[in-house]
């Protein structure tokens, strides 16, 4: 994801080995001479921008970051995603032919370190050689320690500003971090903590009084009024409402997925800017519970004289995967039963006709999503325990994991034997 320090990784990782650092951005090349260089009978021409930066390093060995390499475009000048080929195969990079200076050039002892922020941008025989470090999105708590050891030093720095003038404490960053920001990084968190050091140095130009340790009440006249609101968990009096996990670019979210009954001709009616893959675990769902009606309480109902509806709410947001296949499984039954949904539970997890439930990924920002959301219990497919064991201890401190194979387990789990508020009669 964006703004999370890929870069900065690079240059701590040649600060690390004591070697020199050499930058180069490949977003939106598109001439293979870039990276090979001009043959010497153009006029202007030039070495390959590898050639270049290894001169102005000075060395043969340095740490080189290619910036960006999932934004590299092809064009009429050639394909650099392909020149680049050679350079990244520790087979062939012992003699880079570069056109300008007409030889081979060793360039196996220079470390290469490529970012990206999507890795189905990445030409495939590119992607193959290399070795691919995901770096995930930061916790509340990262966050917070990141702003008060790095950020905030730094935008004091630029400033001119010194530490007694303006100070911020744990609290503060947090709420900065949850209403002010969203995002996998800390570039936005980084412009709010650029703007409470402004407002410091404005007040002490304009020789005004002002907070030096602003508190949580002060924070609405500094950056104005809050500006993302998260979902929490609501209650579980109505039918048909269950809370997925979802994983998008900017981290993890919690998904309410609502079921409606009426009337009508058997239609089954789904809105909310769903994908493909969505809408299919939809029609999974209902087929399933058509053929398991008996084992679920369901076998004098009639399918053929209601229409079910079901949303997603936050409807300009598309929404796509597997994921939340099991919560939609719940959701309908939920609805058809009229049996409450237990308290404080989300789920997670793919589904099948069979009533199998697959592992899904993005499980650590899922996680942190449905606790920020003050969520108690997690319903997750056998096969992701590895990927729990896998997070801190402090992150799954306050909840509840269940590991299930089968959709009967997850039922169990999910549904009470009370019934909803206002009950339906079908």
Known sequence: PPGVGKTSLGKSIAEALGRSYVRISLGGMRDEAEIRGHRKTYIGALPGRIIQSLKKAGTSNPVFVLDEIDKLSSGSQGDPSSALL???????NNAFYDN????GYDLSKVMFIATANNLGGIHPALRDRMEII???GYTIEEKVVIGKQHLLPKQL???GL???????????LERIVEGYTRESGVRGLDKQIAKVTRYAAKSIAMEETYAVKPALSDLTEILGPEKVSR????TNEIAGVVIGLAWTSVGGDILFIESAISPGKGLLNITGNLGKIMKESFTIAMEYIKANALQLGLADFKFDKYNIHIHVPEGATPKDGPSAGITILTSLVSLLTQKRVKKNLSMTGEITLRGKVLPVGGIKEKILAAKRS???????CESNRKDIEEIKDSYLKGLTFHFVKEMGEVLALALTNQKVKNTKKL
Request: glycine share 0%; aromatic share 6%.
């Open 374 to 380: 003050k969520i108690k219990e997690i319903i997750l």
């Open 134 to 136: 995901n770096v995930s």
């Open 100 to 103: 300008f200076l007409e030889l």
């Open 157 to 159: 720095k630029e400033h």
């Open 231 to 234: 979902d929490l968990y609501e």
């Open 86 to 92: 050679e350079v990244l195969d520790p087979e062939q």
């Open 162 to 172: 010194d530490k007694k003038s303006i100070q911020l404490v744990n609290p503060v």
